[in-house]
């Protein structure tokens, strides 16, 4: 596993594999999970058994994948609302200047190539979410979403 990084507080499941390029620190993922090159896993993440997560995918702190879940090329998670690079005070900030808002990617849900997740939703059990879709809200189970901002498709 040449050009990868996975620092020493990843829990790794059994049998994941990682493409190089990754970049992994402080989360965890499941076994038989397959990780893309040039993914980033920030710390307090978790991805579950079974999933597949494609190259230059996003995956930020707070993000919770269950199992069985494909994640498609270019996904981008968000886990701050309303982000700056600096307090008030004109000081870069740190941990301690903002709140971490979670989502959760329920067992058996794709997400499409170039997806942005916005924080603080749900993509529910067996959901789709279409390639260059930017998800503001809650998906429903089973449901297909799509556009921007991402709706449930009829039909």
Partial sequence: MQYIS??????????VKIFNFANLYGCTVGDETKIGAF??????AVIGKNCKISSHSFICEGVHIEDNCFIG???????????RATNPHGILQNEQDWTCIPTYVKSGASIGSSATIMCGVT????????AGAVVTKDVPPGKIVAGVPARVMDG
């Fill in 6 to 15: 996975i620092s020493d507080d990843v829990k790794l499941g059994k049998n």
């Fill in 123 to 130: 993509i529910g059990e067996g959901a789709i979410v279409g």
């Fill in 39 to 44: 993914v980033e896993i920030q710390k307090n």
């Fill in 73 to 83: 090329h270019n996904v981008t998670f968000i886990n701050d609302k309303y982000p």
